[in-house]
């Protein structure tokens, strides 16, 4: 079942529809809130995080725009995980505005902006196959650049240089949008 039949079967309440929204998700969206925890929630805060995203997401299933329930879970995942750590006193609000600068131009952060959506497909095809993996794994997989080189097997100077030299080219290709 393609996202388009899942976010239509979820929208008229169907449990198999959740259900098979958790086994196609659940691995992506432990990966998100894991990466972006850095070790900091326990395996069961973790699943519990996890568990909430799903929740939320049958709660507020209308609030899904156009056919990126992909994208939609990975922004959940993000405000979940930022809301376990707030309770644990771990993430203040000085962190969170750091985040949120770091990951200004992530996907999912306006995922469900479909324009937005699509002018920043179109800045990553600016990039090299390679470049736009190491963009697509940090920003929107949330993955460290270490764990970035031990994946692609780059030095981890050259992923952190390919993401610095990145920032702007996205930056300018955004900003002549109108973003």
């Known amino acids: 079942m393609n996202e388009e039949q899942l976010i239509n079967e979820l929208r008229q309440h169907k449990e198999e529809a959740l259900n098979q929204t958790i086994r196609q998700y ?10 972006i925890a850095r070790g900091i929630l326990t395996p069961a805060d973790v699943e519990e995080t996890a568990a909430d995203v799903f929740f939320t997401l049958w709660q507020n ?31 203040d609000m000085a962190n969170i505005d750091e985040l949120s600068e770091a990951d200004e131009y992530s996907l999912s952060e306006h995922i469900d902006n479909a324009q937005l959506h699509d002018d920043i497909q179109a800045a990553l095809q600016q ?15 949330y993955q460290t650049a270490q764990r970035i080189s031990e994946i692609t097997g780059l030095k981890l100077e050259t992923v952190k240089s390919r993401i610095k030299r990145a920032k702007p080219k996205l930056r300018s290709f955004l900003q002549e949008r109108g973003y």
Do not use: H, M, W
């Open 26 to 35: 659940s691995s992506l969206v432990s990966t998100i809130i894991r990466n």
């Open 61 to 91: 299933v209308g609030n899904i725009k156009g056919p990126y329930l992909k994208g939609y879970l990975c922004r959940i995942a993000k405000t979940k995980t930022q809301d376990s750590l707030r309770r644990l006193k771990i993430l």
């Open 127 to 141: 990039f090299s196959k390679q470049d736009r993996e190491i963009l697509i794994r940090y920003y929107y997989y």
